[in-house]
């Protein structure tokens, strides 16, 4: 009987070990399957991805110039006909198609796979800009219709900025080289909003003129 006893009782023991431990696995399986669904459902065009965090082109990507950055920011908001802040599929293929490499939908897929760092299925401004940083530092093969969108944009990235820099030393002689450019175009934007706003004033004071002479 006691013998009886102490088996139940030890059954009992293993069954609550294995109840304490269905839990945790489940919980875990659970998460694993959720966030696999998630990821069909992004791929499907079911759910949308979680919105990236802002970030300063002009900080993140320091070896293009602004008159670059402003440049790629241009064609990126020209070709987002959506303007939804992404290049999809369809607006991916209109661009290629525009700069005279038109693409197989396999291959739009492929060149949009090589930058889709959320796995969207759609490039944001930041994956578009992915594609220059990556067509400056050589990173791209001769076949990648990535590399044929960077040359036909009419953006030169291939001589500026510090990627492709072979050692340290150069490197560091870009860089100062990037930044003093930088500062220049600041001024030289800050100059022409003056001058622009000089000759906003002065408009408006002939006209005041002009008005004064017909009252008088």
């Not at 759609?122 to 001769?142: P, Q, V």
């Amino acid at each position: 009987m006691n013998s009886e006893v102490s088996e139940l009782n030890n059954n009992n023991l293993v069954s609550a070990g294995e109840v304490e431990e269905k839990p945790a696995t489940a919980n875990a399986n659970w998460e694993l399957c959720a966030k696999l669904t998630r990821r069909l459902d992004i791929n499907e065009g079911l759910a949308l991805p979680k919105q990236a965090k802002y970030f300063n082109a002009y900080t993140e990507f320091k070896e293009f110039s602004r008159t670059q950055i402003k440049d790629m920011d241009s064609m990126f908001k020209h070709y987002d006909s959506g303007k939804d802040g992404f290049i999809d599929l369809m607006e991916l293929k209109l661009m290629m198609e525009k700069l005279g490499a038109p693409q197989t939908h396999l291959g739009l897929k492929d060149m949009i796979k090589e930058v889709d760092e959320d796995f969207d299925g759609k490039l944001s401004y930041r994956e578009f800009l992915l594609i220059f940083r990556r067509a400056a530092a050589g990173e791209l093969e001769e076949e990648s219709g990535l590399l044929a969108l960077a040359r036909l944009s009419e953006i030169n990235v291939s001589t500026e900025g510090v990627l492709g820099a072979r050692d340290f030393f150069e490197a560091k002689v870009q860089a100062l080289a990037v930044g003093s450019k930088f500062e220049a175009e600041m001024r030289a934007e800050k100059e022409e909003r003056k001058r622009q706003e000089l000759e906003k004033q002065q408009r408006r004071a002939a006209f005041r003129e002009l008005q004064s002479a017909f009252r008088s």
